[in-house]
């Protein structure tokens, strides 16, 4: 059985910074590229950013680009999402998510991915 548990949530002034990570077990995620999603309250549920299965490439949400940085480590089994600068609008439920490939190019697509966590809280005060 897979899962998908993030942690790392909190409550953080503007400016400040946390960083997430999301722990798997059940899947290696050597063979897969990872992502994180957000979603606000009465919002959809979007993409910030996504890692190749061996963190070769990476992409970002237009939101978050500059800001917010995504590795992996596979001895670990885990994801991780630096996020630093954070505003406001960044308060959301952080959601850490397998995709079904190494890579996808649709990795801003929630499609891509078969596997999800729970979510992390992310309070940004301003």
């Known amino acids: 059985q897979v899962a998908l548990v993030e942690s790392g949530g909190g409550l953080v002034q503007a400016g400040g910074s946390l960083r997430l990570s999301c722990v798997v077990s059940g899947r290696t995620i050597s063979y897969y590229g990872m992502g994180w999603f957000r979603q606000a309250p009465g919002k959809e549920r979007d993409f910030v950013a996504a890692i190749s299965w061996n963190g070769g490439r990476t992409a970002y949400g237009d939101s978050v680009e500059g800001r917010f940085t995504i590795s992996r480590d596979n001895d670990k089994n885990t994801v991780y999402l630096q996020m630093n600068s954070l505003k406001a609008e960044d308060t959301a439920v952080y959601f850490c998510?397998?995709?079904?490939?190494?890579?996808?190019?649709?990795?801003?697509?929630?499609?891509?991915?078969?596997?999800w966590g729970q979510g992390t809280q992310v309070t940004v005060s301003s």
């Open positions: 998510a397998s995709m079904f490939l190494l890579w996808s190019d649709s990795n801003y697509d929630r499609s891509s991915y078969n596997y």
